[in-house]
């Protein structure tokens, strides 16, 4: 690492990935000041980001260790109990989900069209059906194995998203702003049955939308259909692969938000990921406690509004 910290910043200059055309003296000053606080952290002796992606490498002399570590977890009555782990979540009303809806358009399509969406429709609602797909899609039970283990069926489920050793150490909840058919609030999602569970929460949307340092003219809140919010159980993938784990919860919370934008654009929705959140608030609201459960990404959508730009 290069210890010359105006020489890499004078680096990043000449790449262009710092803009010189500063355009007034505010932003001049706030520019300066950012990068003054840049250098203090630079200038510690650990930077902690640094400090966790060296501790989570994966050296040869550790392989026989690791390798002996997720021996211990081929069974699938193991990974089974293992990703099924999860919190009793203090819920007052079930809400049954329908059938998701069969996407038609081609994958290229979906693909292709995937754009950050900024700008929503609120006098259009989302559907109970467009939320089920959304759901289903992004964190649904897609397939199931079935293995004998001393002389009784152990069943393993798949979901829609890859997942290291398949103990899914994702939980997606759902704040719903603007639907149709199922009150505002905040649920979790219940993939294993296919529904909503309501959460009881006070103040809701905007015990929400206080969570997000957005100004209104980024994105209007009051206008989005919901907020989809993954949370990491770390434990769950920990017990296998120690400290590796938190980049694997990582990894998998950007599978399961591309399958949402994906799902979203397929089904002529907007959506957006953010991950500039006030984590402390998020949990809380959560009832988690961010350390042993947190949120780690959260996806926007609603009908998106016609002839606006888009990323």
């Given at each position: 690492?290069?210890?010359?910290?105006?020489s890499?910043i004078q680096?990043l200059?000449k790449s262009?990935?710092?803009?010189i055309?500063i355009?007034?003296?505010?932003?001049?000053?706030y520019?300066?000041?950012?990068f003054?606080?840049?250098k203090?952290r630079e200038?510690q002796l650990y930077?902690?980001?640094?400090?966790?992606h060296?501790n989570t490498?994966?050296?040869k002399?550790?392989?026989?260790e690791?390798?002996?570590?997720?021996?211990?977890?081929?069974?699938?009555y193991?990974?089974?109990?293992?990703?099924?782990?999860?919190?009793k979540i203090?819920?007052?009303?079930?809400?049954?989900l329908p059938?998701s809806?069969?996407i038609?358009k081609?994958?290229?399509?979906?693909?292709?069209?995937?754009?950050?969406i900024?700008?929503?429709?609120?006098?259009?609602?989302l559907e109970?059906?467009e939320l089920?797909?959304?759901?289903y899609?992004?964190?649904?039970?897609s397939a199931?194995?079935?293995?004998?283990f001393?002389?009784n069926?152990?069943?393993k489920?798949?979901l829609?998203?890859?997942?290291?050793?398949g103990l899914?150490?994702?939980?997606?909840y759902?704040?719903?702003?603007?639907?149709n058919n199922?009150d505002?609030?905040l649920?979790?999602?219940?993939?294993?049955?296919?529904?909503?569970?309501k959460i009881?929460?006070?103040?809701?949307?905007?015990c929400l939308?206080s969570c997000?340092?957005?100004?209104?003219?980024?994105?209007?809140?009051?206008?989005?259909?919901a907020?989809?919010?993954?949370?990491?159980?770390?434990l769950?993938?920990?017990?296998k692969?120690?400290?590796?784990?938190y980049?694997?919860v990582?990894?998998?919370s950007?599978?399961?938000?591309?399958?949402?934008?994906?799902t979203?654009?397929a089904l002529?929705?907007?959506?957006i990921p953010?991950?500039?959140?006030?984590d402390?608030?998020?949990?809380k609201i959560?009832?988690?406690d961010?350390?042993e459960e947190?949120?780690?990404?959260?996806?926007?959508?609603?009908?998106q509004?016609?002839?606006?730009?888009?990323?």
């Amino acid at each position: 690492m290069d210890n010359n910290f105006e020489s890499r910043i004078q680096n990043l200059v000449k790449s262009s990935l710092i803009p010189i055309n500063i355009p007034n003296q505010f932003n001049l000053k706030y520019f300066n000041s950012a990068f003054s606080k840049l250098k203090g952290r630079e200038s510690q002796l650990y930077d902690i980001a640094e400090l966790f992606h060296e501790n989570t490498k994966i050296r040869k002399y550790l392989a026989p260790e690791f390798i002996m570590s997720a021996s211990l977890f081929d069974e699938d009555y193991i990974i089974e109990s293992i990703s099924r782990m999860e919190r009793k979540i203090p819920t007052f009303a079930n809400i049954p989900l329908p059938r998701s809806k069969l996407i038609k358009k081609p994958f290229s399509h979906a693909i292709r069209k995937r754009r950050s969406i900024r700008e929503y429709e609120a006098s259009k609602p989302l559907e109970l059906n467009e939320l089920s797909t959304l759901l289903y899609h992004s964190y649904g039970i897609s397939a199931e194995m079935r293995t004998n283990f001393n002389q009784n069926i152990i069943s393993k489920n798949l979901l829609t998203i890859p997942s290291g050793g398949g103990l899914y150490p994702l939980e997606l909840y759902v704040g719903i702003v603007n639907g149709n058919n199922i009150d505002n609030g905040l649920y979790h999602y219940n993939y294993l049955k296919h529904h909503l569970d309501k959460i009881l929460v006070k103040d809701f949307p905007n015990c929400l939308f206080s969570c997000f340092p957005i100004h209104p003219n980024g994105i209007n809140m009051d206008t989005i259909g919901a907020v989809f919010i993954i949370v990491g159980i770390f434990l769950r993938s920990k017990m296998k692969y120690g400290s590796r784990s938190y980049r694997y919860v990582l990894q998998e919370s950007g599978h399961l938000a591309q399958n949402l934008c994906v799902t979203a654009t397929a089904l002529n929705l907007g959506s957006i990921p953010i991950a500039a959140f006030f984590d402390d608030d998020v949990n809380k609201i959560l009832n988690i406690d961010g350390v042993e459960e947190a949120a780690v990404y959260t996806v926007f959508t609603g009908h998106q509004k016609k002839n606006q730009g888009k990323t």
